[in-house]
């Protein structure tokens, strides 16, 4: 495992360009097998995530290459195989080679994944979705047996009892190439849903309504593709910078941005009283004066972003008075807490809400990363934090924040990543 050390206290200034979306992207290399040609993403995210999906690749004789932002991916050769169960419990998206391998084999088995531990993530949509669709699933030890009679799959009108990201995407990559039309309702509309959908419709896909709450899919024979997939910007990279700039901002310009994503967030910040300058596509941050306390309350697209109430936490503690964080998507989603306390942060969770008090000073200190959000929210902290900050298990933040030290270093932060001999691999 890495550590990530920080000497804080200094005040950042300048610019950096966003990275193309985590949630995006581990969606789209799954969805890369369906493909009959080789597909090509640009501006993928330099993150441990890719890294181990090329891995998961790898190993159905998928070859792929990486350079320069871009990723080529080739599925014409793959072969069904035991996936590498490391790799597979590294992310929580390798869940969906379940429906990218259904699409293809008309049968997948993959190891329960792994990925945050944000609290219970069950998969029963999942699941109810694959069976809608004539799967037969079997869930035994740890891994889940997924197969369809040789009819194979067939379109089903599927209502999801939550709406779920990763289910919605799970059941368009099963039923892109089933017989007949399927349709979700009560589907989840986040952005990244509508990037698979372009990149699966570009290649001759029909779906249709991928941002709405129903979306519809009319299975076809063979997906092709034509063209490089540029992946749209990562909106919890840009939340997580934003709340940095405004925390220990000197003036900050965010590049590659789409501010209609930014919408719940960036109202929030505005309810603050940061004076964000909100372009066509970047933000630029000045520096901040005095804040208001704001209530944040998390929901599904397009609401506040569970991934993003950890991240915004730093900046809520400059606020002028006590703000309150409800996370209704994932309510055990506090690991950030007891951290941001050994660095002398007011902040308590109190009748399931997490209440965040003004804290003049931030001392530096050796933290943990539980999860990917908490580490950005540490990092957040340690920046801003007189003395030095080790965030240990830096490797949650690596699997998702696209080349960070190197865009930190941009802006002036004296951090470091290092090996922690205290946390093995
Ligand atoms: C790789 C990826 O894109 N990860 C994101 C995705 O995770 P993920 O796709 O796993 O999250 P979901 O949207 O599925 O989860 C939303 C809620 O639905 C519940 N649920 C989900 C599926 C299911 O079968 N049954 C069920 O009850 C979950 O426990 C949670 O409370 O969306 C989350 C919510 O925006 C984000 O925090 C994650 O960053
Ligand atoms: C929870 C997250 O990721 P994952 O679903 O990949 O664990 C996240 O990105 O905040």
């Known amino acids: 495992m890495k550590k990530m050390i920080i000497h804080g206290g200094k005040r950042l200034s300048g610019e950096l360009t966003i990275g193309g979306a985590k949630n995006s992207t581990v969606a789209l290399i799954p969805a890369a097998i369906l493909a009959d040609t080789p597909v090509q993403f640009d501006t993928v995210p330099h993150i441990l995530d ?3 999906l090329q891995i998961i690749l790898e190993s159905m004789n998928v070859h792929s290459t990486f350079e320069n932002d871009v990723l080529t991916i080739d599925p014409t050769h793959i ?3 035991e996936l590498p169960s490391r790799a597979i419990k590294s992310l929580r998206a390798s869940y969906y080679f379940m429906g990218a391998l259904l699409g293809r084999f008309n049968r997948a088995t993959v190891t329960f994944p792994g990925g945050d ?5 069950p998969i029963d949509q999942h699941i109810k979705g694959f069976k809608a669709l004539g799967a037969n699933v079997v869930e035994k030890n740890d891994s889940v047996f997924i197969s369809t009679g040789s009819e194979g799959l067939h379109g089903a009108r599927i209502f999801l009892d939550v709406v ?3 289910a919605t995407i799970n059941i368009i990559l099963a039923a892109v190439k089933a017989h007949g039309t399927t349709s979700i309702e009560n589907a989840a509309k986040e952005p990244e849903i509508i990037d698979l959908a372009t990149f699966l419709n570009n290649m001759g896909a029909k779906i249709r309504g991928a941002g709405t709450d129903v979306i519809r899919i009319e299975g076809v024979d063979s997906l092709r593709s034509r063209a490089t997939h540029t992946i749209i910007p990562d909106r919890i990279e840009t939340g997580t910078y934003l709340s940095l700039a405004a925390s220990i901002g000197d003036g900050i310009l965010l590049k590659n941005v789409i501010p209609e994503h930014m919408e719940s967030f960036t109202s929030k910040m505005l309810e603050m009283g940061v004076d964000l300058q909100i372009n066509e596509d970047s933000i630029f941050v000045p520096r901040v004066g005095e804040l208001n306390p ?5 929901a599904t697209y397009p609401g506040f972003a569970t991934d993003l109430q950890q991240p915004i936490t730093p900046l809520l ?6 703000s309150v964080v409800i996370d209704t998507i994932y309510p055990q989603r506090t690991q950030h807490i007891a951290q941001l306390k050994k660095m002398g942060a007011d902040i308590r969770v109190q009748d399931n809400l997490i209440v965040v008090g003004h804290s003049s000073h931030l001392q530096g200190a050796h933290v943990e990363a539980g999860e990917i959000r908490s580490g950005a929210a540490l990092m957040i902290a340690g920046l ?3 003395g030095t900050t080790e965030i240990s298990r830096a490797d949650n933040i690596l699997r998702g924040y696209d080349r960070v030290v190197d865009k930190l270093h941009s802006l002036g932060a004296d951090v470091d990543i290092a090996a922690d001999e205290q946390v093995p691999e």
Do not use: C, M, Q
Request: net charge neutral; charged share 20%.
């Open 79 to 81: 072969e069904e195989s």
């Open 117 to 121: 531990n944000i609290g219970p993530r």
């Open 317 to 322: 503690l400059h606020a002028d008075g006590s």
């Open 294 to 298: 704001i209530r944040v309350k998390t």
């Open 164 to 166: 779920s990201v990763g």
């Open 50 to 52: 890719v890294h181990n």
């Open 384 to 386: 801003s934090a007189t």
